[in-house]
């Protein structure tokens, strides 16, 4: 293979304080052809004028501004539906800084896997604040890989990490669902149904949070502030993306799914049904993650029924 090409998608809004610096990392990208698609989700700052400038000077970088606000969600769902020719496709934050070896971290262990399969690949985070200041690695020790369901119960993709190949690509413009969670655990399920998901303990990016993160990372592993936000999520009853995940997953791939998948499927998706039903599917050992503390809540969340 020649030098690969990497179609990056980003979605802004209202992001001008730190838009520059992250553009300016996405072109400083080393050993990859670098074609940056960005959408602008409905900004009333000055981010589309820094957009304006930026494709103007450079003729990799292209965006446009959507006819409505659309979420981050939605936005990078239109992204990633539209066609884009590449030979490998990563997803940006406005507000993070990639190292100059993001990018090429990435597509070498792609290319190590068979390019006519999905797959995707996600890596660890260097959690900063607004200046750049180091606060911790987000992941503190290498993740193996969890229950063969896991990934039905938690998403662990981070979606300014992942990178992922033409196949993968080619599915997620295909088959785009009406409604889910959030793009990127779309872009894992997808990847752990029909693929392989790789990931790298290494961190290749700043992840920046700065208080106006629509979707962040705690500073601290621990403390007051950490536990009220962990305690609100076992009584929060919007929040039970898995078991509506599970009937959006069934309604797109059902008839494409082995026997095993589909009945995994529907244990999520009739867990209330019955008071057995629920226990059975917290005791299911098919679901569980490798960190201990992540397989007790989703527990807990079933017997909740609120997951």
């Known amino acids: 293979m020649s030098v690969p090409k990497v179609c990056v998608l980003m979605s802004t809004y209202n992001g001008e304080k730190f838009l520059r610096q992250q553009l300016e990392s996405v072109l400083n990208q080393q050993g990859v052809v670098v074609e940056l698609h ?11 004028n820094i957009l304006n400038e930026f494709s103007y000077e450079h003729s990799n970088i292209s965006y446009y501004s959507g006819e409505k606000n659309l979420g981050p969600c939605g936005s990078f769902f ?3 539906c539209a066609e884009h020719d590449a030979d490998f496709y990563a997803l940006s934050d406005q507000d993070d800084v990639w190292d100059k070896d993001k990018l090429l971290c990435a597509v070498n262990k792609l290319k190590l896997l068979p390019q006519d399969k999905p797959a995707l690949y996600h890596s660890n985070l260097r959690i900063v604040d607004s200046n750049e200041n180091f606060i911790r690695i987000s992941h503190a020790h ?14 662990l993709v981070t979606g ?14 295909d088959i785009k669902p009406k409604k889910f969670s959030m793009h990127d655990t779309w872009l894992y ?10 990931y790298d303990f290494e961190p290749h990016i700043n992840y920046r949070q700065h208080g106006a993160n629509v979707i962040g990372a705690r500073k601290t592993r621990f403390g007051l502030e950490s536990l009220k936000r962990e305690f609100k999520k076992y009584f929060n009853w919007n929040d039970q993306h898995s078991f509506f995940n599970a009937q959006i997953l069934k309604d797109q791939f059902g008839d494409l799914l082995n026997k095993e998948t589909n009945q995994k499927l529907d244990e999520l998706i009739n867990y209330k049904n019955s008071f057995a039903s629920t226990f059975r599917l917290a005791a299911d050992k098919d679901f569980d993650s490798e960190n201990l503390y992540r397989r007790i809540r989703f527990k807990i969340k079933v017997l909740l029924r609120n997951i």
């Open 142 to 155: 290498p993740k193996a890989l969890g229950a063969e369901y896991s990934y039905l119960a938690e998403s």
């Open 78 to 80: 239109e992204l990633m």
């Open 189 to 198: 399920m997808v990847a752990s149904i029909f693929g392989n998901v790789i």
């Open 160 to 173: 300014c990490t992942a990178v992922y190949n033409k196949a993968l690509a080619k599915i997620i413009a």
């Open 38 to 48: 960005i959408r602008d989700d409905g900004s009333q700052d000055s981010t589309v």
